[in-house]
């Protein structure tokens, strides 16, 4: 049973094109998170949700606008895809309190053309 | 958020013990320190987490300084599938992971 999932693996699309990425978890964590690689391999935090609820929105471009239709799910959609929007998307899961640990998908890796 | 300082890369070869330094010399009485691997293509994995006391699990053992600003992540004997970067974080109120440029640890046969 994979904890989290992240579809798809791969996206290739054109510049201007909007797409979408899901995440899903099975953990039963009450917060989700959506982290940036970029080509440097530095990991950001972009967005956290906890029950369905934006708590962190890291001063991303609001062409970016996570979605939680509960608590297991947090998607990311993406309007007028730009070529610096290349990067892996990495989806992660966890309970609140610092005392645990997160749970990371595989990531999603995005190529805008 | 407290930031911690971590070497570069590390070298080590298979099967010996591999000590990962970590400092954060201004870590809040709440920061739990965390440490994440990344291997080659795949999405950070969790290996420990600790708040004063020294932790041990299945993976590696965390040992924290009596005054908290520095910790070091054991592996006991290493293999080529540790090799990854290996992140060590502040966990705490703002419930977000900052992510540094950690270790890149390199494993020789």
């Known amino acids: 049973d994979t904890a989290v999932s992240q579809t798809p693996k791969y996206l290739v699309t054109q510049m201007g094109n909007d797409k979408s990425i899901k995440c899903e978890q099975n953990?039963?964590?009450?917060?989700m998170y959506w982290y940036k690689q970029d080509s440097k391999k530095f990991l950001k935090i972009m967005f956290s949700y906890n029950n369905k609820e934006l708590i962190i929105n890291e001063t991303v471009p609001n062409r970016f606008s996570p979605k939680s239709p509960d608590k297991a799910h947090l998607n990311l959609h993406i309007n007028s895809l730009e070529l610096g929007d290349s990067a892996v998307y990495f989806c992660?899961?966890?309970?609140?309190?610092?005392?645990?640990?997160?749970?990371f998908g595989s990531g999603t890796r995005l190529t805008v053309v | 958020d407290a930031k911690t300082t971590q070497p570069n890369s590390m070298e080590s070869n298979e099967e010996e013990p591999v000590h990962l330094p970590c400092n954060h010399s201004?870590?809040?009485?709440?920061?739990?320190i965390h440490w994440y691997r990344q291997l080659p293509s795949q999405g950070p994995e969790y290996v420990i987490h600790g708040l004063t006391s020294n932790v041990n699990n299945r993976m590696a053992s965390l040992a924290i300084a009596e005054d908290r600003k520095s910790s070091t992540l054991i592996l006991h004997r290493a293999t080529l599938r540790d090799a990854a970067v290996y992140y060590c974080i502040l966990r705490g109120g703002t419930d977000k992971l900052i992510f540094g440029t950690g270790t890149r640890l390199q494993v020789f046969p």
């Open positions: 992660a899961s966890s309970h609140q309190p610092p005392n645990y640990g997160y749970t």
């Open positions: 201004t870590i809040s009485g709440t920061d739990y």
């Open positions: 953990l039963g964590h009450d917060t």
